[in-house]
Nanobody, 123 residues
Framework: EVQLVESGGALVQAGGSLRLSCLASGFNFDDYSIGWFRQAPGKEREGVSC????????HYADSVQGRFTISRDNAKNMVYLQMNSLKPEDTAVYYCAADSTFYCENYGWYDYWGQGTQVTVSS
């Protein structure tokens, strides 16, 4: 069974930090680019960050550039999103997703999705 399981979401104060984790199973993790998305109440889902499957290049949405860092550990089938200097605007459900294509920054077709983890940033 294909699974992407996010963890690490929490309630934090503005300016704080969190590290989200995503554990993948049921597919060849190394052959997929991995993206992080988020969706706030009443808002459309947006791409936050992604890391390519082969060269490891990363992409960040303008809204999180300089604050978030994405990384992956292929040996553990894990991807992480380190979130620093959190803002109330970052409050959302965060999802990891797997993309078999190379240019994950297009945030187009993603094959597999996790269930999401809630991040709440209080002011």
């Amino acid at each position: 069974e294909v699974q992407l399981v996010e963890s690490g979401g929490a309630l934090v104060q503005a300016g704080g930090s969190l590290r989200l984790s995503c554990l993948a199973s049921g597919f060849n993790f190394d052959d997929y680019s991995i993206g992080w998305f988020r969706q706030a109440p009443g808002k459309e889902r947006e791409g936050v960050s992604c890391i390519r499957k082969r060269d490891g290049n990363t992409h960040y949405a303008d809204s999180v550039q300089g604050r978030f860092t994405i990384s992956r550990d292929n040996a553990k089938n894990m991807v992480y999103l380190q979130m620093n200097s959190l803002k109330p605007e970052d409050t959302a459900v965060y999802y990891c997703a797997a993309d078999s294509t190379f240019y994950c920054e297009n945030y187009g077709w993603y094959d597999y999705w996790g269930q999401g983890t809630q991040v709440t940033v209080s002011s």
